[in-house]
């Protein structure tokens, strides 16, 4: 299952590159500041980041941080 939203806030990260667009946002924390989302479990943060460096909004779902 690709990831494409922030499952936390029910936020589809098209929808969220529009608002970027719209807002000129180059960033994670520039557009928080526009639209509530990534802000309970953050599992989504990496993926936005990504979406800024290359522009998609469907990703594989990355590898996870072992912490061990
Ligand atoms: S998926 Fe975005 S905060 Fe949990």
Redesign the pocket.
């Known amino acids: 299952m690709p990831v494409t939203r922030?499952?936390?806030?029910n936020k589809k990260f098209s929808e969220l590159k529009k608002i970027a667009k719209a807002n000129n946002c180059s960033s994670l924390e520039e557009l928080q500041e526009k639209v509530t989302?990534?802000?309970?479990?953050?599992?989504?943060?990496p993926y936005v980041k990504k979406m800024f460096e290359t522009g998609e909004t469907v990703f594989e779902v990355l590898p996870v941080e072992n912490s061990d």
């Open positions: 922030c499952v936390c806030f989302f990534g802000e309970n479990c953050k599992r989504c943060h």
